[in-house]
């Protein structure tokens, strides 16, 4: 039994929550209004993150957020998806503990992963993502509050 948990703390990354899922809108004021007005959820935090060229807005739903992404470049990563695909759920982000040995597991199990070591993501968050096309088709972000 001991050997079984030592294992599979090693091995399975355990995301302890859905930190948040990530909305892609075409207009950040306009789509608060609806999470606002019609959700009654309140907007908490509004965020540009110039690393991935966005401005973010944040609602807590319990232990989960709700993420909308405004491109504010239409070459960067949000813009080039909302050309394409349109307005929509972008990605799925689950809390994990130790986040680059995790990337670097996955990687090792033959995950494509986009991010190799953490970067810094919003809300002081250490964050990672795997590549849509080694995880059935949902871009997964990996998310680690290392404040904490
Ligand atoms: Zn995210």
Redesign the pocket.
Known sequence: MIINTFARNLYIMKPSHIE?I?IAVKNLEESIKYYEEVLGLECYNIEEVKDQKVKTAFFKVGDTKI?LLESTDPEGPIGKYVEKKGEGIH?I?FAVKDIDNQLKKAEEKGIRVIDKTSRS??EGLS?GFLHPKSTFGVLT?L?EDKNK
Request: charged share 20%; hydrophobic share 30%; proline share 0%.
């Open positions: 948040h990530g993420e990605h982000a993501g919003a964050i972000e998310c």
